[in-house]
């Protein structure tokens, strides 16, 4: 059974920085795509990062304060967030699935999702 388990989710004052991590069991992350999507309260899900190999994608809204990376050794991958901005609030949920002829496909259709962690940026 593949299981993705998200943490390191909480609350930080705007400028302070947070760790997500996105653990994997039953499914090895190395050589897989990886993405970090988030959904704010009436808003659409949005694609936050994505990591495929060596590349590695932020969306602007994020560029300059999260990093995307990984661990294979600890099947683990994770988004730095830092300079926390309020707009930053929402659920955030790390995906992922096997990559398919061309790369990755839309994270929006990965197989394996997480069930969430929460990010509340206060002023």
């Known amino acids: 059974q593949v299981q993705l388990v998200e943490s390191g989710g909480g609350s930080v004052q705007a400028g302070g920085s947070l760790r997500l991590s996105c653990a994997a069991s039953?499914?090895?992350?190395?050589?897989?795509?990886m993405a970090w999507a988030r959904q704010a309260p009436g808003k659409e899900r949005e694609l936050v990062a994505g990591?495929?190999?060596?590349?590695?994608y932020v969306a602007d809204s994020a560029k300059g304060r999260f990093t995307i990376y990984k661990d294979n050794a600890k099947n683990t991958f994770y988004l730095q967030m830092n300079s926390l901005q309020l707009e930053d609030t929402a659920m955030y949920y790390c995906?992922?699935?096997?990559?398919?002829?061309?790369?990755?496909?839309?994270?929006?259709?990965?197989?394996?999702w997480g069930q969430g962690t929460q990010v509340t940026v206060s002023s």
């Open positions: 995906a992922a699935d096997s990559p398919v002829a061309r790369g990755c496909g839309a994270p929006s259709t990965y197989t394996y």
């Open positions: 039953g499914f090895t992350l190395s050589g897989k795509c």
């Open positions: 990591i495929y190999t060596r590349s590695t």
